[in-house]
């Protein structure tokens, strides 16, 4: 499985920018995939995780209301639609995979920069 992010960039707070995530080769053994972020001096956080077992999103309490995660399960990719951008949410995203047979997947990081 290999998973291409694009769509990160530079915006003023309270902008907007959307995320993609595209997966290739067995992409059907993906259950959880989404988007993970890290700022400069901190650790990797979850942002958004979603699960093909039953459908569920799970969001960081710091982007719930203004994170939106989409998954096509036809086309494998996931997008995260990100509103109200604030200066903490600079960082770079990192879109994830897990197939639970195989392993965990990781995008190379696209940087999101958000200028207060």
């Known amino acids: 499985v290999q998973l291409q992010a694009s769509g990160g960039g530079l915006v003023q707070a309270g902008g907007v920018l959307r995320l993609s995530c595209q997966a290739t080769?067995?992409?059907?053994?993906?259950?959880?995939m989404g988007w993970y972020r890290q700022a400069p001096g901190k650790q990797r956080e979850l942002v958004a995780l979603?699960?093909?077992?039953?459908?569920?999103?799970k969001y960081a309490d710091s982007v719930r209301g203004r994170f939106t995660m989409s998954r096509d399960y036809g086309k494998s990719t996931v997008s995260l639609q990100m509103n109200s951008l604030k200066a903490e949410d600079t960082g770079v995203y990192y879109c994830?995979?897990?197939?639970?047979?195989?392993?965990?997947?990781w995008g190379q990081g696209t940087q999101v920069t958000v200028s207060s």
């Open positions: 994830y995979g897990l197939a639970p047979a195989m392993g965990s997947y």
């Open positions: 080769g067995d992409t059907v053994s993906i259950n959880l």
């Open positions: 979603s699960s093909r077992s039953d459908g569920a999103v």
